[in-house]
């Protein structure tokens, strides 16, 4: 009895180090206008823990330098602003989407076909770090609706 408390202790404690705490769904980047060399993408983080976490930094295949962005009005002009650090509330989904939230990837040097897939990951402070694969979809957006200014 006691040989089986120890094991499944230990078997807890792996588990532990190993949790990713984070799912990503729906991720995607845009294909580049000619002469580009960044671009955005998108996606939405749900935290399935009971901790808050920070989404902290981003990686991918294709850009040395991703950044969170965000837009926000000023002056009446639309601007992005870099973003340190993203909350993803216990239990809860933060949406990347146009617009709003989004990921910019920079100094990237390959041509971005539709349907090519991206790797990336998305580390935060106590959620570990989350890798996904990233579709291309086409620059032009499908007409918003819903949009109110
Ligand atoms: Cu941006």
């Known amino acids: 009895m006691q040989k089986l408390t120890t094991l499944i202790l230990l078997l807890s404690a792996s588990v532990g180090v190993h949790a990713v705490d984070l799912s990503v769904n729906s991720a995607y ?25 920070r989404l902290l930094s981003g990686t991918s295949a294709i850009s040395p330098r991703v950044e969170f962005h965000e837009h926000q009005h000023a002056q009446g002009m639309m601007q992005m602003r870099k973003v340190d650090s993203v909350l993803v509330a216990a239990g809860q ?57």
Not at 101 to 126: C, P, R, W, Y
């Open 29 to 53: 980047i845009r294909t580049m206008p000619p002469g580009q060399t960044m671009t955005a993408g998108f996606l939405s983080v749900t935290n399935n823990s009971l901790n808050h976490c």
């Open 93 to 149: 989904t933060v949406a990347f989407s146009p617009g709003t939230l989004h990921i910019m990837l920079f100094d990237i040097d390959k041509t971005l076909n539709v349907g090519d897939t991206t790797q990336m990951e998305i580390a935060s402070d106590q959620c570990g770090t989350i890798s996904f694969t990233a579709e291309t979809r086409s620059l032009i957006q499908k007409p918003m609706t819903g949009m109110h200014h």
